[in-house]
């Protein structure tokens, strides 16, 4: 996927959800926000692979990040956790965990709102669900 097809993605997205409102698509340096029904989604161009990742945050990090307290969570993920499709990720420089979508090649619209839908919703799932479950059997 190049740039501009990436761009082109999140404009379309930025366009369905904000009509008539304007629209930078990513910025310079390949980065996009908005807040989708109330969750914060991001997108990220991925200049070395040509890929576009997409992340719904969850939430913050409760407190010092633990390995061993990600490893429970992606077990739960594994073990049939509801993950809209996406991958369960903690990003340290946010002190955040996400769930996130890669795309190699440029979806159609369609089938992406859809994703991103259920991408949403499952990051929705586990903040208020999943992610105590987690944290108060520690």
Sequence with gaps: MTRQEANQIWTELLDYYAPGKQ?????AQG????SLRGRELYAEF?????????????????????PAEF??????AA??????GGQLEYLPESHGLFLKLHYDDPPEL??????L?????AADHWDTDLVDLVFLAS
């Excluded at 073990?79 to 809209?84: A, F, H, I, L």
């Excluded at 369609?110 to 994703?115: E, K, N, Q, T, V």
């Design 23 to 27: 629209n930078e698509g990513l910025n």
């Design 31 to 34: 980065l996009g926000g908005v």
């Design 46 to 66: 991925i200049q070395a692979t040509g890929g576009l990742d997409l992340r719904a945050f969850v939430c913050p990090w409760p407190g010092k990040y633990e």
């Design 71 to 76: 490893e429970r969570l992606r077990a739960l």
């Design 79 to 84: 073990s049939g956790g509801e993950t809209g």
């Design 110 to 115: 369609g089938a992406f709102l859809g994703s």
């Design 117 to 121: 839908d259920l991408l949403v919703q």
